[in-house]
T-cell receptor, first 116, second 117 residues
Framework: AAGVIQSPRHLIKEKRETATLKCYPIPRHDTVYWYQQGPGQDPQFLISFYEKMQSDKGSIPDRFSAQQFSDYHSELNMSSLELGDSALYFC???????????????FGPGTRLTVT | AQTVTQSQPEMSVQEAETVTLSCTYDTSESDYYLFWYKQPPSRQMILVIRQEAYKQQNATENRFSVNFQKAAKSFSLKISDSQLGDAAMYFCAYRSLWGTSGSRLTFGEGTQLTVNP
């Protein structure tokens, strides 16, 4: 079965540089979520999109932006990178439906970002 | 805002034995979902089991079952016949039932499970 695809899997950047993370959801999934997991921490929600519109926003720094495209893939753009941005970034996707139906979020393998 | 607490940073179990991981949460909502995710050394997030708060029956998936106590806001995971492959970090997570389709997951701090041969 098709899974969530994230690219790149590993990324090394220097401070103050820019990074772009990409997420390709499972086919027919129209909702995408981004999470950040720091070393030894639980995943923290950043932002989500439904049908190409931002649907929820968490603790995402102003230096980060994201969008969802017409083919439902999403990109997380991170500028002015700081050492503290080093983390595992997960993308998850889910199909839409009545909110009463418990659609799970299916996670990608993550992108490991290292800022030096 | 909802919070999820896992009070056991680490747990260990002998292979073939049973272990229970604890999770409590705080919410003012009456309907919601609860999940247990497993994160092995590969760091992949794998859904183990889910529970709908409006269902009184505890969810079961093969060797994994939950004890959902809504009034106490408790959601523990029981792993029976533990296997070496169960060794991982386990996260408890909360999701609101109502709202936009982009409802976030709120995770607990995680419990690192070690399975001893």
């Amino acid at each position: 079965a098709a899974g969530v695809i994230q690219s790149p899997r590993h990324l090394i950047k220097e401070k103050r540089e820019t990074a772009t993370l990409k997420c390709y959801p499972i086919p027919r999934h129209d909702t995408v979520y981004w999470y950040q997991q720091g070393p030894g921490q639980d995943p923290q929600f950043l932002i989500s999109f439904y049908e190409k519109m931002q649907s929820d926003k968490g603790s995402i720094p102003d230096r980060f932006s994201a969008q969802q495209f017409s083919d439902y893939h999403s990109e997380l753009n991170m500028s002015s990178l700081e050492l503290g941005d080093s983390a595992l970034y997960f993308c998850a996707s889910s199909p839409s439906g009545l909110d009463r139906v418990p659609y799970e979020q299916y996670f990608g393998p993550g992108t490991r970002l290292t800022v030096t | 805002a909802q919070t999820v607490t896992q009070s056991q940073p680490e747990m260990s179990v002998q292979e073939a034995e049973t272990v229970t991981l604890s999770c409590t949460y705080d919410t003012s909502e009456s309907d919601y979902y609860l999940f247990w995710y497993k994160q092995p050394p590969s760091r992949q997030m794998i859904l183990v089991i889910r529970q709908e708060a409006y269902k009184q029956q505890n969810a079961t998936e093969n060797r994994f079952s939950v004890n959902f106590q809504k009034a106490a806001k408790s959601f523990s995971l029981k792993i029976s016949d533990s296997q070496l492959g169960d060794a991982a970090m386990y996260f408890c997570a909360y999701r609101s039932l109502w709202g936009t389709s982009g409802s976030r997951l709120t995770f607990g701090e995680g419990t690192q499970l070690t399975v001893n041969p």
